[in-house]
């Protein structure tokens, strides 16, 4: 290519390269105000000892269903919707599922914009996200949703309490590093920088393993399995396989291998061993006074309460696995109850 | 003209990042995943207590590949009996605590492991910049991820100099957890430090703030061969006070506590500090920051102004300093000047009593001598001599000019420690010479007092009637055994004591007949104040007494309000429990007469009590009442009048 060609080349690639640049930038205010006008503020029953009455909600059908958290809020004769334009309208309450903790309510009004659920985007941790909700109730009326940013922090499995009662939801969250706790901002969105939704807010509520405040959103598939149900009107969740509840005399008891604890006196004692029966499977397995038990089954265990916890969810007919500290080194022991007095299984 | 064409197109080449958000997203994954191996999970158990942003898991960080790890030292706040590090490939080790960082509130774990663990680069501290990245890594949900917060620096040099800030989102999420540059490699280390106190968790209530802290890595590496070794690192003190209250007020030093680093760098009073390791410190706010990083060890070296010189030393900084040993000089000083001496300048400190066997006699010392400067400063009155000497250690050798009968001497005179014995016979106590112009007199003789806002709180005072302007009494506050009080028999034993040995008395009425109320100790403190500004107490010789319960008045006034009371003087009285004992201190040296039996209820606990005081450098005279618990007899009280006289020796 001639010389004289290369430079206005160049030069276009150059100012493309820009406009790409820029149009990234410029996306932003587009997106958010897409999603602005898919959104809806509540208001309902509340506005008593700390409760609000106000919270978040989202369009997710083009004839009026919204979504929203399942709360007080909703505990009300009349609930009202307001439009991201204004328009104000009573909504009905269509149902609600209990363990994920999400409602859809139903307003009188065609072609609005909406979330679709059946669409789910894929994030990670360190995916950029935006969070839109009516944080302390300050939009009113037309004025939009406060929109905070943040990135995916991390994707665990809730594990939280509202005060002194755990929530009945214990599946997968978004956990997000934008302070996204507050009141009336259960119910909003999480969404990519594109503007796709990701999740919706969840309530105020607490780490249960560090009490914090849990910044966090329901993912968009649980969101879509969950509204599934309550259209189709079913109401029991789906029971967790870990919730299998064994009879008294079926499940796993240290005293029947042999080993006694020391006495449970504290909230938290600490689950060492106190004795050791001789010629029991415990004794065979290696276990000694002192010991200390760390792990049930690969799962951690803090004191004699959650250890007695974890084994009633395991059936003594199978090998249990503990692992132990005893002078400040690891050990793993497998243990099984015979029937007629062999020796158990060595590790 | 071509290259008018070209430049927009390299300006828009420059300025152009294709998608710049995407890729600063891509950046901060790859950051993530080169720390990542090296952030570790870590599990306690068995610990003490509940706390209730302890939830048993927290994060960690490797730091060298053959098995060590820090964290937060608000992790281990439980006293966990067992610790167990979890690695990124589901591996659990078991750890021990080795040794905390008590300047940065980190500590250093030990795995036993054989095969060599992940590495981290160290970012190193002078290139942290306010405003660039700054990612922070935990490992608290999931055992297999790590869970992120993104934010910058906001800023460095705080708490002391020893952390940055960042906006992260710092909670029991990541505390322990390493924060990490754009590249991936390791700024600071997450804890929850606050500006405010210096408790090793004491901001976990700003988690999530966006305001967060996080100690340099490469300062807690400096560390590194000791707390390798087991041994803790401590912050630095140096050992001077401020002459000024203001904390932007230039760093002159108002003392250098002897034995303290300052002190053998050859710092003292009215030097002013202008650099530390070459850093300029305009003022006490600076020199904080600048001494704030440093550890217990570590060599300082310090520029300073003395009389207009320009001078440099070194001082290395130590974990603690020794309380305060007064050194003896052997004197017992005039309040003021001699009225016939005048005009003649400098006024300086005339002696009324020179102790046997003490330095000051034998290096000649008499009394009536005018002590009036030592070889650099001249004194204008005994406080400045007092400063001066304690100045020193015992075994200083130092130089007094004083004038005896109109000619100047000049000696040379090695101090002794504080231990001395109350002399069985002294001159009266000291008396301004020189009369005033005050016409009127001061109210003399009994009455009583109380608090106009809570009258329950009363008192008695006695004044001698024959009490002169010119006279520096002392001032004893007698707590009484609470119970009966009778107004009458408490002038009739302490009036005549009053009158001898030129004191005020100041006898606070217990309102309660069970027991004493500490709360009662403000008023009384003011109304101490008051007499002691009506009637020109001398200020070293203002004595809390007190017998049995009322000891422990006298004992808790003390030690609560320093600066008024000098002296404390107990008979069969332990210290309460709730009392805080201080060390002794140049400000405001306070002096210990303990009288008991050696049958008493606490007779045990009080031998303890005398040993605690020595020990913390106070002097203390005791005197043994024998077998039997009882109050002083009269040569007892001679005895403590003697020691009362003595309170202001030098």
Known sequence: ?347 | MTCLILLPAIVAVRGAGVDLPQLEEDAIATAVRRVAPATVRIELFAGDGTDLFSSGIASGLIVSPDGWVVTSESVLGQNPSAIVVMLNDGRRLAAQHVATDHSSKVSMLKLATEDPLPAIEVAPAEEIQVGQWAIALGRVFESDRVNVSVGIVSAVDRILGRAIQTDALISPNNYGGPLVDIHGRVLAVLAPLSPETADAASGTDWYDSGVGFAVPLERIMNGFSKMSAGEDVYPGILGISPKSAQPYDPVVIGASRPGSPAYLAGLRTDDEILTVNDRLIPHWVALRKAIGPVYAGDKVRIGFRRDGNELQTQAQLVAELDPFSRPFLGILPQPAVAADEGEMKPAGVTVRYVFSESPASSAGILTGDRIVGSERKDFANRDELRQFVFQHLAGDEIELKLFRHGEQEQLKIKLAGHEFSVPESLPPPPAIEQSTDEESPLPAGDRDESNPLLPDQKALVYVPEDLSPDERPALLIWFHEPGHFDRQEMLDRWKPFANEHRLLLLAPISSDEEQWEPRNIGWIAMLTRRMMIQYKVDERRVVAHGYRAGGAMAYLMAFSAPSIVSGVAVVESPIPRRAEVTEAAAEHPQDFFVANSTTGKSANRILEDVARLQELKHPTVTQNLGNDPRYLNSNELELLARWINCLDRI
């Open chain 1, 1 to 347: 290519m001639s010389y004289r060609f290369r430079i206005p080349i160049f030069c276009l690639a150059g100012l493309s390269f820009f406009i790409a640049c820029s149009a990234a930038a410029a996306n932003l205010p587009a997106v958010i105000s897409d999603v602005q006008q898919k959104l809806v503020k509540i208001y309902g029953a509340g506005g008593l000892r700390g409760l609000e009455a106000y919270q978040s909600g989202f369009f997710i059908s083009d004839t009026g269903h919204v979504l929203t958290a399942w709360s007080t809020v909703l505990d009300s004769d009349t609930i009202t919707v307001v439009l991201s334009d204004g328009r104000r309208f009573e909504a009905e309450l269509l149902g609600a599922d209990l363990e994920v903790e999400t409602a859809v309510l139903k307003v009188e009004v065609d072609g609005v914009p909406h979330f679709d659920l059946a669409k789910s985007q894929a994030a990670d941790i360190g995916t950029r996200t935006l969070a839109f909700s009516n944080l302390f109730g300050i939009a009113v009326g037309m004025e939009p949703f406060s929109v905070q940013h943040g990135i995916i922090s991390s994707t665990t499995q809730l594990s939280a309490r509202r005060g002194v009662f755990s929530t009945p939801y214990r599946g997968n969250v978004f956990v997000v590093d934008a302070v996204t706790n507050n009141p009336g901002a259960a119910g909003g969105v999480l969404t990519t920088w594109d503007g796709y939704l990701l999740g919706m807010l969840g309530k105020e509520l607490r780490n249960d393993a560090n009490h914090t405040w849990l910044n966090y959103a329901i993912p968009t598939p649980v969101l879509h399995a969950a509204v599934g149900r309550i259209v189709r009107g079913e109401t029991d969740p789906a029971s967790d396989q870990s919730n299998l509840q064994y009879d008294f005399d079926e499940v796993w008891r240290l005293d029947l291998a042999g080993i006694l604890l020391v006495p449970d006196v504290f909230d938290t004692t600490p689950p060492f061993v106190d004795t050791v029966i001789p010629s029991t499977p415990g004794y065979k397995a290696g276990i000694r006074p002192d010991d200390l038990i760390l792990y049930v089954a690969g799962n951690l265990v803090q004191s004699c309460r959650q250890v007695a916890s974890r084994l009633r969810r395991l059936p003594h007919s199978e090998p249990l696995k503990l692992t132990l500290m005893r002078d400040n080194e690891l050990h793993e022991v497998i243990l099984v109850l015979t029937g007629q007095g062999d020796g158990p299984v060595q590790p």
